[in-house]
């Protein structure tokens, strides 16, 4: 009787050795992934214009800067209105910077007022006055909080103050502190 039970241990452990082979020897299944790297931006197209050294369309990288696109075009001219542009702000594909000369620079500034309701003949934007579009000029202003500025200022009656816009929803310390300097509530009563 010990020599069955010997034959059947035996057969057990070879059927599990044989198992265990099988399961170590077979390749995976299925395919492995691949994880692609992020998409870069592609570069941006600008076309500088005015008062440079080389006016013409650029290709910068994205994120690039007024600044980046006034030194591709070689610089401003020697009567190139220097404070006229925000060389700070980001540039957009597609977008066209026109350098003005200090005589274009201040027959605009004396128009201006009339041409752009919303815009205070400082270059700053009256939020008691300015459209969606003049809003969503301001750094981190988009369409939506344009909106909200606009619907605010139906409901309360103009801003009185700056600090005001700490009122609209989705405009925080953040934002305030980027668009304070641009912006004024003149004519307000």
């Known amino acids: 009787m010990k020599s069955w039970w010997a034959i059947a241990f035996s057969v057990v452990l070879t059927l599990l050795a044989a198992g265990a082979l099988l399961l170590v020897s077979r390749s995976p299944r299925g395919a492995a992934i691949q994880l692609n790297p992020p998409p870069t931006p592609g570069p941006l197209v600008v076309h500088v214009a005015g008062a440079v050294a080389s006016p013409g369309v650029y290709h910068l990288p994205a994120g690039s800067r007024i600044q980046d696109a006034i030194t591709a075009a070689g610089g401003f001219l020697p009567e190139a209105d220097q404070q006229a542009l925000n060389l700070a702000a980001k540039l957009k594909d597609g977008q066209m910077i026109r350098a003005l000369m200090l005589s274009e620079s201040a027959d605009t500034q004396s128009t201006q007022p009339e041409s752009a309701p919303g815009v205070y003949s400082g270059g700053v934007i009256n939020v008691n006055t300015a459209t969606a579009e003049e809003l969503e000029t301001l750094p ?47 004519g307000a009563p």
């Open 140 to 186: 981190k202003i988009g369409p939506v909080l344009a909106q909200r500025i606009i619907e605010y200022r139906q409901a309360n009656g103009p801003f009185t103050s700056l600090e005001q816009l700490l009122e609209v929803a989705g405009i925080g310390d953040e934002i305030y502190a980027a668009i304070k300097e641009l912006v004024t509530v003149d």
